[in-house]
């Protein structure tokens, strides 16, 4: 078998903080934060105790406007009920609504399928594809680590950034797929391209709600989206299997991503939520924002792993083969899903390169074959085909495990004994 972790599920030195987060409150270096001391120097920042970064800021209102004060602005920040009075609120929008086609629900599958999206892919409409589009700050929020990266091999494909945000209150946000940045945030971010879009630590930098950031730009066939990534450290998402995410060090997305747009308020939340669909298609009516969870129990819909993978570690058994990554055959986690179009995606389960998602539509080649995988219970078999390949199942008798078959030929040529067995 053979490893590796996916640079769309990079981990995050700053979320590593946050299931420390209760010890690190409870230490005596917090008891003795600077938050709310006064300062003298505007934008110095220094250490406030374990994993907490404090920068000077002057009070814009209340008693002490105009005063300098230290604001905590890095680190595993406390929760509501635990300093916030409310969670943060998104005021301004982060793109035009005007330049939107479609923007997907988190809880899909990535590109390359079998790993969780917990990110909300915004596709801007392909009219504008060459076009700039310019970017904004949503709420009042700290640049805390950057990436500018490039990992394909296409000489035209240009660089990007990934830019992650310290909201407040155990509240991150995080932009990929950016192709520019500008103002505060293009002074500190990282002048050469490097082969991983992991965040690296920068200098701690302001930007107020409104502010552009830096801008997003369509190009057909290779960047047709940016991803929206949202994390609040006061909500844990729930799991078939708990433990085996709560012990996996690259699930912190996972436990702690939630819908993006639940952050706005009134006509601007219903606005963006209107907007959601499958990628690259149009908005469908009625779509929820989603949520990050495993699936149905006793069902194939959802989540499946080798009974000793951590999530997003990923490895692979049968034929193996390189995408540029490992890939292959049998992937350590796999994903049977429906998007809001209604086609059913399988995801780490290929029979041949390229690796990606295999779907099967309502119509078309392979629609006879089209079945719900939440319709699929204990006990129950059936195989989806496409034009490049099929994928047989069978759940076991109490429904806690799933053996999946891979085949480049048609349902009748799949045999289950020749494939591999599956978790929650």
Same mark, same amino acid.
């Given at each position: 078998?053979?490893?590796?972790?996916?640079?769309?599920?990079?981990?995050?030195?700053?979320?590593?903080?946050?299931?420390?987060?209760?010890?690190?409150?409870?230490?005596?270096?917090?008891?003795?934060?600077?938050?709310?001391?006064?300062?003298?120097?505007?934008?110095?920042? /220094?250490?406030?105790?374990?994993?907490?970064?404090?920068?000077?800021?002057?009070? $814009? $209102?209340?008693? =002490?406007?105009?005063?300098?004060?230290?604001? +905590?602005?890095?680190?595993?920040?406390?929760?509501?009920?635990?300093?916030?009075?409310?969670?943060?609120?998104?005021?301004?929008?982060?793109?035009?609504?005007?330049?939107?086609?479609?923007?997907?629900?988190?809880?899909?599958?990535?590109?390359?399928?079998?790993? +969780?999206?917990?990110?909300?892919?915004?596709?801007?409409?392909?009219?504008? %594809?060459?076009?700039?589009?310019?970017?904004?700050?949503?709420?009042?929020?700290?640049?805390?680590?950057?990436?500018?990266?490039?990992?394909?091999?296409?000489?035209?494909?240009?660089?990007?950034?990934? +830019?992650?945000?310290?909201?407040?209150?155990?509240?991150?946000?995080?932009?990929? #797929?950016?192709?520019?940045?500008?103002?505060?945030?293009?002074?500190?971010?990282?002048?050469?391209?490097?082969?991983?879009?992991?965040?690296? *630590?920068?200098?701690?930098?302001?930007?107020?709600?409104?502010?552009?950031?830096?801008?997003?730009?369509?190009?057909?066939?290779?960047?047709?989206?940016?991803?929206?990534?949202?994390?609040?450290?006061?909500? $844990?998402?729930?799991?078939?299997? /708990? !433990?085996?995410?709560?012990?996996?060090?690259? !699930?912190?997305?996972?436990? #702690?991503?939630?819908?993006?747009?639940?952050?706005?308020?009134?006509?601007?939340?219903?606005?963006?939520?209107?907007?959601?669909? !499958?990628?690259?298609?149009?908005?469908?009516?009625?779509?929820?924002?989603?949520?990050?969870?495993?699936?149905?129990?006793? $069902?194939?819909?959802?989540?499946?792993?080798?009974?000793?993978?951590?999530?997003? %570690?990923?490895?692979?058994?049968?034929?193996?083969?390189?995408?540029?990554?490992?890939?292959?055959?049998?992937?350590? /986690?796999?994903?049977?899903?429906?998007? *809001?179009?209604?086609?059913?995606?399988?995801?780490?389960? =290929?029979?041949? !390169?390229?690796?990606?998602?295999?779907?099967?539509? /309502?119509?078309?080649?392979?629609?006879?074959?089209?079945?719900?995988?939440?319709?699929?219970?204990?006990?129950?078999? #059936?195989?989806?085909?496409?034009?490049?390949?099929?994928?047989?199942?069978? +759940?076991?008798?109490?429904?806690?495990?799933?053996?999946?078959?891979?085949?480049?030929?048609?349902?009748?040529?799949?045999?289950?004994?020749?494939?591999?067995?599956?978790?929650?």
């Amino acid at each position: 078998m053979r490893s590796y972790r996916p640079f769309v599920t990079a981990s995050v030195p700053i979320a590593l903080a946050v299931g420390l987060g209760a010890a690190l409150l409870a230490s005596p270096a917090q008891a003795a934060t600077l938050v709310g001391k006064p300062c003298t120097k505007a934008g110095a920042t /220094q250490g406030d105790g374990p994993g907490r970064t404090v920068t000077c800021v002057k009070v $814009t $209102t209340g008693k =002490n406007k105009g005063k300098l004060v230290w604001e +905590l602005i890095q680190g595993p920040n406390p929760g509501p009920g635990a300093g916030c009075t409310s969670r943060p609120v998104f005021t301004k929008d982060f793109i035009s609504p005007d330049q939107v086609q479609v923007v997907v629900p988190i809880g899909e599958q990535t590109a390359f399928g079998g790993v +969780l999206s917990v990110r909300s892919y915004v596709h801007s409409k392909p009219e504008l %594809d060459g076009q700039p589009l310019p970017l904004y700050a949503p709420v009042n929020m700290t640049l805390t680590q950057a990436a500018y990266y490039k990992v394909s091999t296409d000489p035209a494909y240009k660089p990007e950034y990934s +830019l992650y945000f310290d909201v407040g209150c155990g509240v991150q946000l995080q932009f990929y #797929h950016v192709k520019g940045v500008v103002g505060a945030v293009a002074k500190v971010v990282p002048k050469a391209p490097a082969p991983s879009s992991a965040g690296q *630590p920068m200098t701690p930098t302001r930007v107020k709600a409104g502010e552009q950031i830096g801008w997003f730009q369509g190009e057909a066939g290779k960047s047709v989206a940016f991803d929206l990534r949202v994390e609040d450290a006061s909500r $844990t998402n729930t799991f078939i299997n /708990q !433990a085996r995410f709560a012990s996996s060090p690259d !699930a912190s997305g996972e436990l #702690h991503a939630v819908c993006p747009y639940d952050f706005y308020a009134g006509a601007q939340r219903e606005r963006s939520l209107s907007k959601l669909g !499958a990628p690259s298609g149009n908005p469908v009516s009625g779509t929820a924002c989603g949520t990050i969870n495993q699936g149905t129990a006793g $069902t194939a819909q959802g989540m499946w792993f080798f009974a000793d993978a951590k999530v997003n %570690d990923l490895t692979y058994r049968g034929d193996t083969w390189s995408d540029g990554i490992p890939a292959g055959q049998y992937q350590s /986690q796999v994903i049977f899903s429906v998007d *809001p179009g209604g086609t059913v995606r399988i995801g780490g389960l =290929n029979a041949r !390169a390229p690796m990606g998602q295999m779907m099967v539509s /309502q119509q078309g080649t392979g629609s006879d074959t089209w079945k719900h995988p939440q319709s699929i219970g204990a006990g129950a078999e #059936h195989c989806w085909s496409n034009s490049s390949q099929s994928v047989k199942v069978r +759940l076991s008798a109490d429904g806690a495990s799933l053996t999946a078959v891979v085949g480049t030929g048609a349902c009748t040529t799949l045999d289950l004994a020749r494939g591999q067995t599956y978790v929650r």
